[in-house]
């Protein structure tokens, strides 16, 4: 049975930083990559982040790049996410997904096949 679990996140106050933490366990499948996502209430759910398990090729949403830093411990089957200088615009539930497809839109929701609970990240002050 395939799981997600995320966890790290919590309120921070603008300019600050959380690190999110993603474990995955029980996956048969092949898959080649793991992406961030995050929703905003009532806003539709949008790509952060992405890493290739395979290169470690990574992506970044033009919002989060030079503040958030994607990677992966293979050995321990858990991918993080660095966020930095945090803005309440970041405030949103942050989800963990596999890409199960094989297309090119890596921020595309369609593309994944399982998800993780997600962990809300607030950012107040």
């Known amino acids: 049975q395939v799981q997600l679990v995320e966890s790290g996140g919590g309120l921070v106050q603008p300019g600050g930083s959380l690190r999110l933490s993603c474990a995955v366990s029980g996956v048969t499948l092949v898959y080649d990559a793991i992406g961030w996502f995050r929703q905003a209430p009532g806003k539709e759910r949008e790509g952060v982040s992405l890493i290739s398990k395979s290169d470690g090729s990574t992506y970044y949403a033009d919002s989060v790049k030079g503040r958030f830093t994607i990677s992966m411990d293979n050995a321990k089957g858990t991918v993080f996410l660095q966020m930095n200088s945090l803005k309440p615009e970041d405030t949103a539930v942050y989800y963990c997904?596999?890409?199960?497809?094989?297309?090119?839109?890596?921020?595309?929701?369609?593309?994944?096949?399982?998800w993780g609970q997600g962990t809300q990240v607030t950012v107040s002050s």
């Open positions: 997904a596999i890409k199960t497809n094989y297309g090119s839109y890596w921020w595309s929701t369609s593309e994944y096949g399982y």
